[in-house]
């Protein structure tokens, strides 16, 4: 084993920690595998290894990766770890080295470009690799930086599957695929039975073409539409197009007539090369991903990740499907004079012939309007459904007593502010403070979604943190949601600060000025220093009201911030804040330790923690509503009572939606961190 393990050695006690020892000389034949781990450390950070020379060559990359080439990420090289880390996972004790969780994130097979080995690379200070995991995909670019003698830069080279700011190339759980060869044959799986139009949360519904079922195959540059002679060139150049380098995908092939329905008979003469009538490919599964099987996955991920690889084409297109709701959809292919739709088990895996997971349901009777388009049939029906989907219950239920204003009330300051607020809760988890009786009944907070929660709301299986059982929870990404909501008594909703595909990574960091006992002018003051603060330090902060007692601070931030760096950045402030005003604020989290200050609360910023957004009322005596305001409004006079259901609407016609850029002016953080330390030490 070379001295390079040395290092690793030195830093751990193989005593205490269930980290592997090195065995000595590792004689196995160079490999070249990478993996990446999650470690959870005293900063999260992930952890880039790649086998070469006999150990893990290794990188600590502390925003993880984005497949956005525009991210240029810090990777810090730190010592080489002995190949058996390869496999390793577990909990590093306290006091040790690294403490924390190491968790493998990915892994796979690499190749470096351009280089006469991977030593030889990294001795140079430049990597182009192509990473084959489940997660990481296609080339990534590592570059040696002249600052600092172990700090690189990690990148994703415009390629293929170079995209989004997300650090998955599908954005789909691939534990179950199967790392294996394309199968040559595969019978496709057809409905097992027909039944009538249903609902059922676990099921999705497609629209059913009449067309020509086929499987078409991509090899790297090889397109092979499978059971056909001919060749298609529009729909082939968009199959080499797809975002990866192998594809098995399913679909169904047809030409369409004047008004968008299929039609047999000129797909047909198509087929048989008598006409030159556009051809369109539906795709609805994907069996093959790179070197993956992905029959073993649910359907919902099959076409997730079927979604996330399908370039933009009018040849090549995505069937997208409508969860939970059978009966609705049957509708609007009805309307749009389809034959039917299929009923397909979203958790089922890929199966071979007819299966009972998939049904088909046939429309009953004739079109009704045949001089409508498919798309705009749908789209109509959709539209039409919208509007009855909430009936409201209870409208003259007393909610507030003291005002004598009503559960109706409610429902129509949210149906009034419904366009400014939905922004800052879409894709965003929500929990829900009940109030069914009023602010002075029984009430109870709800973050999972319940039974009976009606199909057509979106929900998302989420664990509230990492090592959580995953729930269903509600996203509020429409009116209909928001008002299905308030007529549970939701008085006010609780969004996360992360959203749905980035949930590890908050949009705000949020400092949560809590007086309790405390003076509100205590409260306006240390806003203001807070305010001067951030400023300070190069950010441009927004304020609001939390609508009952408090002040709420945010600074947006861009993406890829974990939650352990928001908060220990909105600790630093808290600290700074508590430290120069200590005669009125703390940051003392036990109520009875405070002596009556103004508690600067920072630990909000955590995965699972809620804050309410701006526009939503509070249930406490008056009907606030949490309010953003201008700092200039930071003075004596300032009470938040002032906001109410009442009111607020006013305030947002006369000077507009003054928290927007929560939502518009994300900001870097880092050059922020580095000034804060100069605050922290003085
Ligand atoms: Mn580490």
Same mark, same amino acid.
């Given at each position: ?6 290092? /690793? ?306 040849? %090549? ?54 001089? %409508? ?49 939905? =922004? ?68 006010? %909703? ?66 890829? /911030? ?39 609360? /920072? ?10 957004? =701006? ?64 605050? %922290?030490?003085?």
């Amino acid at each position: 084993m070379g001295k390079s393990i040395d290092d /690793y050695r030195a830093k751990r006690n193989f005593g205490r920690t269930p980290e592997p020892a090195p065995e000595g000389l590792d004689t196995r034949t160079p490999g070249a595998r990478f993996v990446v781990h999650r470690h959870d450390a005293r900063r999260l950070h992930y952890d880039l290894r790649i086998e070469m020379e006999g150990v893990l060559r290794s990188w600590a990359v502390p925003k993880g990766f984005s497949y956005d080439p525009k991210d240029k990420h810090l990777a810090l090289r730190t010592e080489d770890h002995p190949l058996e880390y390869f496999d390793f996972h577990g909990l590093i004790p306290k006091g040790e080295y690294g403490a924390g969780s190491m968790t493998i994130w990915d892994r796979g097979r690499y190749e470096v470009l351009l280089a006469e080995s991977p030593a030889q690379a990294v001795l140079d200070g430049e990597l182009k690799l192509i990473l084959r995991g489940r997660k990481l995909r296609g080339e990534w670019h590592m570059v040696k930086t002249r600052q600092e003698e172990n700090s690189w830069l990690l990148f994703k080279s415009k390629d293929r599957y170079a995209g989004l700011a997300r650090d998955s190339a599908l954005g789909v759980d691939l534990d179950l695929a199967l790392e294996r060869d394309m199968p040559r044959s595969v019978r496709s799986m057809e409905a097992g039975g027909s039944r009538g139009a249903f609902s059922d949360p676990e099921w999705l519904f497609e629209a059913r073409f009449e067309g020509r079922r086929l499987l078409i195959e991509k090899k790297g540059e090889q397109v092979r539409l499978r059971g056909l002679k001919r060749r298609f060139d529009g729909l082939e150049q968009a199959v080499r197009n797809v975002r990866a380098e192998n594809a098995l995908i399913d679909g169904v092939l047809l030409v369409q007539d004047e008004n968008g329905r299929p039609d047999r008979e000129r797909l047909a003469r198509r087929l048989a090369g008598k006409s030159d009538d556009p051809l369109c490919f539906y795709a609805f599964d994907l069996l093959y991903y790179d070197e993956f099987d992905l029959r073993p996955l649910p359907l919902v991920d099959r076409k997730g990740a079927l979604r996330a690889i399908l370039p933009p084409s009018a040849e %090549l297109l995505f069937l997208d499907h409508v969860l939970g709701s059978g009966e609705d959809l049957l509708r609007a292919t009805e309307a749009a004079g389809l034959r039917g739709i299929y009923a397909k088990r979203a958790g089922s895996a890929y199966r071979a012939g007819a299966h009972g997971d998939w049904q088909s349901i046939q429309a009953q009777g004739q079109a009704q309007s045949l001089d %409508l388009g498919v798309a705009e049939a749908l789209s109509k029906t959709q539209r039409h459904r919208t509007r009855n989907r909430v009936k409201y219950s209870n409208l003259d239920k007393v909610f507030w007593p003291a005002e004598g204003f009503t559960k109706g009330d409610l429902i129509n300051y949210y149906e009034r502010v419904a366009d400014v607020l939905l =922004p800052y809760l879409a894709e965003r988890p929500v929990h829900l403070n009940r109030h069914p009786d009023g602010i002075e009944g029984k009430s109870f907070y709800q973050r999972q979604a319940k039974e009976g929660t009606p199909a057509w709301v979106t929900t998302e299986l989420i664990a509230s943190d990492t090592h959580g059982e995953a729930i269903p929870q509600i996203i509020c990404n429409d009116r209909d949601t928001l008002m299905y909501l308030a007529n549970l008594g939701s008085i006010d %909703l609780h969004p996360w600060l992360s959203r749905r595909g980035s949930l590890d990574s908050p949009d705000w960091g949020i400092i949560d000025l809590d007086p309790k006992e405390a003076p509100f002018g205590d409260v306006v003051r240390i806003a203001r220093e807070t305010g001067m603060l951030l400023r300070g330090i190069g950010l441009r902060p927004l304020l609001k009201t939390s609508g009952a007692t408090g002040l709420h601070i945010y600074v947006p931030l861009e993406p890829g /911030y974990t939650y352990e760096q928001v908060r220990m950045f909105c600790e630093g402030v808290a600290r700074v804040v508590a430290r120069d005003l200590k005669e009125i604020a703390t940051v003392e989290r036990v109520i009875g330790a405070r002596e009556g200050k103004v508690y600067v609360d /920072y630990g909000q910023n955590r995965r699972g923690q809620t804050v309410v957004p =701006p526009y939503v009322p509070r249930p406490v005596r008056g009907a606030s509503v949490s309010t953003p305001l201008e700092w200039d409004e930071l003075d004596s006079d300032l009470h938040p009572s002032k906001f109410t259901i009442q009111t607020v609407l006013r305030r947002l016609d006369e000077r507009g939606d003054l928290f927007r850029p929560a939502l518009d002016d994300p900001q870097d953080l880092m050059p922020a961190v580095a000034q804060l330390e100069e605050h %922290l030490r003085r």
